[in-house]
Antibody, heavy 121, light 109 residues
Framework: QVQLQESGPGLVKPSETLSLTCAVS?????????WGWIRQPPGKGLEWIGNIYQSGSANYNPSLKSRVALSVDTSKNQFSLKLKSVTAADTAVYYC??????????????WGQGTMVTVSS | DIQMTQSPSSLSASIGDRVTITCRAS??????LNWYQHKPGKAPKLLIY???SLQSGVPSRFSGSGSGTDFTLTINSLQPEDFATYYCQQSYTTPYMYNFGQGTKLEIK
């Protein structure tokens, strides 16, 4: 059973860098698929942040691209998100997810439970 | 950027009811549409992919339809565990962008 678990600081100061990690269990990241991050600000909908492959190849939401960096640590079977120069608008629940795709479908089929990150001084 | 608009934003229904949630894309996305169920504090759950294919393990009372710009999620015979927020998501512009609808909160009447 594939499981994802987010971890990281729940409070980040404005202008600093938000750093989160997603630990994957029950599946090896090196076996394939992309791994993604999605967030949900309080009272708002879901926003895709980006996806990364085991090789380190990544795609980012254009609206966040200048501030986001994703990375993969295959030795620890985990992937990470860094979002720099955060503001209160980055306050959200952050989810990690597996992007499952083939010739006929493209979905986020497995998600973590999410971690709340608040940007405040 | 493709905008995904869900309606209604919220609805109240009773156990046993049939409900329909609509998702409209700002441009044609063929059948590249997924539906998710989200309960507070839980991981979102994939229900439907490719507009109408049921994810393994999802009860058959859930169904999806549509293509192009207009899509629907139907839940037949509502059960207590179905009260949640539902999101549509387009994967037409994969892998460069994914857009979600704003969500539809399904509440018990």
């Amino acid at each position: 059973q594939v499981q994802l678990q987010e971890s990281g600081p729940g409070l980040v100061k404005p202008s600093e860098t938000l750093s989160l990690t997603c630990a994957v269990s029950g599946y090896s990241i090196t076996s394939g698929y992309y791994w993604g991050w999605i967030r949900q600000p309080p009272g708002k909908g879901l926003e895709w942040i980006g996806n990364i492959y085991q090789s380190g190849s990544a795609n980012y939401n254009p609206s966040l691209k200048s501030r986001v960096a994703l990375s993969v640590d295959t030795s620890k079977n985990q992937f990470s998100l860094k979002l720099k120069s955060v503001t209160a608008a980055d306050t959200a629940v952050y989810y990690c997810a597996r992007r499952y795709y083939d010739s006929t479908l493209d979905t986020f089929d497995i998600w973590g439970q999410g971690t709340m990150v608040t940007v405040s001084s | 950027d493709i905008q995904m608009t869900q309606s209604p934003s919220s609805l109240s229904a009773s156990i046993g009811d049939r409900v329909t949630i609509t998702c409209r894309a700002s441009q044609s996305i063929s059948r590249s549409l997924n539906w998710y169920q989200h309960k507070p504090g839980k991981a979102p759950k994939l229900l439907i992919y490719g507009a109408s294919s049921l994810q393994s393990g999802v009860p058959s009372r859930f169904s999806g339809s549509g293509s192009g710009t207009d899509f629907t999620l139907t839940i037949n015979s509502l059960q207590p565990e179905d009260f949640a927020t539902y999101y549509c998501q387009q994967s037409y512009t994969t892998p460069y962008m994914y857009n979600f609808g704003q969500g539809t909160k399904l509440e018990i009447k």
